[in-house]
């Protein structure tokens, strides 16, 4: 059975959403430019010879509508290429990957492009308030079913501070599938303990680790600039800020419920970004010349009550780690998506991973999450991280919005 292997990884710089430095790109032009430069990694490749482009997006719509994987594969000139554009929200692009991954299991080709892209910047509008409507339904808004109407009135007694969560099953209730993902945050914090410091520090410690890898060249390593429509060029991420403190940290107001702990210092912000893989057989590999990057050894999904969404990590990990015969205590380093330190403590705690093993870089707190392309950035990151600290096994998770979480385990191979 034929092996899967990344053999080259790109991403963008993540601008921030609305007022960031790539508010000007359209999401299909942003896609089509890092998947060239994934591409332009492994010139030994006959670009019309991959066999699919599979695109994540996590809230596909306007700009990001229609099948765009079939017009970034129009773009990148590969008439005969493919594409299908998935979600699955926050673990899109990891997503596509498995389903690469899947395929050359299954014998069914040898060369794949899994990516990412989100540009939240570029949502389509349509509402009174100017939000995005696509946003209003990611904050607990807009185009619900009404079906979970008494499951959003309970949420919005969370939200008002008038009770405390627990399993609506208990009550014979269904869970909130609509639930803002503060709200889910603000869920977990309740129920496993974590307080408004512990997240506090954990958000200035992604800051910090952040600052410190951009000093180090870590980052720009990894990272693709890319030039605006006026010509200018962005080659650094918008979130990281430098001199973050826990004093300052600390004096942030609640953003979703007005006793909360959740703070605009303690989760990720809204961006935009792209990033992309190139996947083949390690048959196929040898058969180019071309030294792969990593194996990939597993991967997991799983899913739980949409109101803790953020626990997803943790059965997702031993999902993972079981079907590649192993422990956490095997995996060097781990990358937890950080949509909110509510959701990345309780889940780095479950799995007894240490700390000084996860996100030793920051993570995206400080980076940022475009959800559609994070998958596909993390395993670029965490690929760059097991390159600059010489280790081997690396996992990488993240919680996803409606209640999943998924995983994968990787092996460095050069």
């Not at 032009?29 to 006959?46: E, G």
């Not at 692009?93 to 080709?109: C, D, P, V, Y």
């Not at 803002?180 to 408004?196: D, F, Y």
């Not at 961006?271 to 390690?282: C, P, R």
Request: proline residues 5%.
């Amino acid at each position: 059975m034929p092996e899967a292997v990344i053999v080259a990884t790109a991403r963008s710089p993540i601008g921030r959403a609305a007022k960031g430095s790539l508010r000007d790109l359209r999401p299909d032009d942003l896609a089509t430019t890092i998947i060239d430069a994934a591409l332009s990694k492994v010139p030994q490749l006959d670009r019309t010879l991959i066999e699919d482009l599979y695109l994540g997006c996590g809230l596909p719509g306007g700009e990001q509508g229609f099948n765009m994987a079939r017009v970034v594969a129009t773009q990148l000139g590969l008439d005969g290429l493919p594409g299908a554009t998935v979600t699955r929200y926050c673990s899109s692009s990891l997503q596509t990957t498995r389903m690469a991954f899947h395929a050359i299991k299954a014998g069914e080709g040898d060369i794949f492009l899994s990516a990412g892209v989100e540009t939240v910047s570029r949502y389509a509008r349509g509402s009174s308030d100017g939000l995005p409507s696509a946003l209003q339904a990611q904050l607990g808004g807009g185009w619900e079913n009404p079906k979970f109407d008494e499951a959003r009135a309970r949420t919005k007694s969370y939200a008002e501070g008038g009770r405390t969560w627990h399993d609506p099953r208990e009550d014979g209730q269904i869970p909130d599938v609509y639930i803002a993902m503060g709200q889910t945050a603000e869920n977990l914090a309740q129920i496993k303990g974590v307080s408004r410091q512990d997240m506090d520090e954990f958000g200035v410690r992604s800051q910090n680790l952040a600052e410190k890898a951009i000093a180090d060249g870590f980052w720009e390593r990894e990272i693709t600039p890319v030039t605006l429509p006026d010509g200018t060029v962005v080659s650094q991420d918008d979130g990281p800020r430098a001199g973050v403190t826990l004093e300052a940290v600390s004096q942030l107001k609640p953003v979703f419920r007005p006793d909360g702990r959740v703070t605009a210092g303690n989760c990720c912000p809204l961006n935009d970004g792209a990033a992309a893989v190139v996947i083949m057989s390690d048959t196929k590999a040898r058969e180019l010349g071309i030294t792969p990057l990593a194996r990939i050894i597993s991967t997991g999904v799983t899913a739980l009550s949409p109101e803790i969404m953020g626990l997803g990590p943790v059965e997702a990990s031993r999902q993972a780690l079981k079907r590649a015969g192993m422990t956490i205590d095997d995996v060097d380093l781990v990358e937890i998506n950080e949509a909110f330190a509510a959701q990345v403590i309780p889940s780095y705690r479950d799995l007894g991973i240490p700390i000084e093993k996860l996100n030793v870089n920051g993570g995206a707190i400080a980076v940022g999450h475009p959800f559609g392309s994070t998958g596909a950035r993390i395993t670029g990151t965490l690929l760059n991280a097991l390159d600059w600290h010489d280790k081997s096994i690396g996992l990488e998770t993240m919680c996803v919005g409606g209640g999943q979480g998924m995983a994968m385990v990787l092996e460095r191979l050069s």
